[in-house]
């Protein structure tokens, strides 16, 4: 008698997610000027000149702002890269990563 030769396969489940995403949030001082949160807006941010002239508007009235919602290495890769701008430049600076959703 031959030996009898099974095809079965065990199918390991995988779960997959999105990665946990995190807010960057940029705050009012008295010290940092408006077009140096414009320029930090433009070139860290990649946002318009208009659009980055309303969130420093937005951040002036309401002492803070999301700037953006990016994965945790972006988002700290944007702050870390701002915030040297604003030392340099003398600037107290301050921004935030917080997960999103909080």
């Given at each position: 008698m031959g030996k009898q030769q099974s095809s079965y396969?065990?199918?390991?489940r995988i779960d997959l997610h999105e990665p946990?995403?995190?807010?960057?949030?940029?705050?009012?001082d008295?010290?940092?000027t408006m077009e140096f949160v414009v320029k930090v807006l433009t070139t860290v941010?990649?946002?318009?000149?208009?659009?980055?002239?309303a969130l420093m508007l937005k951040v002036h009235h309401r002492r803070s702002?999301?700037?953006g919602v990016y994965s945790y290495d972006i988002a700290q890769s944007k702050v870390?890269?701002?915030?040297?701008?604003?030392?340099?430049?003398g600037f107290p600076l301050r921004l935030t990563i917080t997960p999103e959703g909080n």
């Open positions: 396969k065990t199918k390991e946990r995403r995190f807010k960057v949030t940029i705050y009012n008295d010290f940092t941010f990649f946002k318009s000149t208009a659009e980055a002239e702002a999301v700037v870390q890269k701002a915030t040297r701008m604003a030392r340099n430049e």
